[in-house]
């Protein structure tokens, strides 16, 4: 059985692993990140991993960076956080560094616009996949794909703001518990 820092250890490199090839966003390491947790390690349950993603993209800031605290915290405690954090700190740090020097000298190669090019369309792929997973833990109510649809509706039909479109569903959430009771 792992230790507390054993496991901060294990967070720090599965997070790392993972951030060196999720090029848009956090979304796109979740499926490697849930492998590592989930499968393998069997730290916590597919319901209970999926929970920390959910409750990372409704907070406002760099999804990755919450997922990492959230889930750190709750297998690791304190340094968990700490090491997951870095774990998804340091690749986009690196690659930053790197590709600010590169950048400069093959801007206009044709290679490097392709390759951007490629990495944006599997980028989009790879968070669809995600979206329609975290669908799959949806509750099958009335209410819950009323919400869905209006999640999806009110950004692409009437233009309204991903924040604002969090804030309501959030608050139609916490209303319907509150009547439920």
């Known amino acids: 059985m792992e230790n507390t820092t054993q496991k901060g250890v294990i967070l720090f490199w599965i997070f790392f692993k993972s951030m060196m090839f999720a090029f848009t966003s956090g979304m796109a390491a979740i499926p490697s990140i849930e492998r590592n947790i989930v499968d393998k390690r069997k730290w916590l349950t597919d ?34 956080a700490l090491m997951s954090l870095l774990g998804v700190i340091m690749p986009a740090f690196v690659c930053m560094l790197l590709l600010a020097v590169l950048f400069q000298t093959f801007v206009d190669n044709p290679l490097v616009q392709g390759a951007i ?14 979206g329609i997973r975290l669908l799959s833990n949806v509750p099958r109510n009335w209410f819950s794909i009323l919400l869905v649809l209006a999640a999806i ?26 009547s439920e009771e």
Do not use: D
């Not at 990372?56 to 709750?74: D, E, F, T």
């Open 47 to 80: 319901k209970e991993f999926w929970t920390y993603p959910v409750l990372g993209q409704s907070l406002p800031g760099v999804i990755s960076i919450h997922n990492a605290i959230l889930l750190g915290n709750r297998i690791a405690g304190p340094f968990g």
């Open 117 to 130: 090019r490629g990495i944006r369309v599997i980028s989009v792929a790879i968070i669809l996949g995600n």
């Open 153 to 178: 509706a009110l950004p692409l039909l009437f233009g309204a703001s991903a924040f604002w479109t969090i804030i309501a569903c959030g608050a139609a959430g916490v209303i319907s518990i509150i």
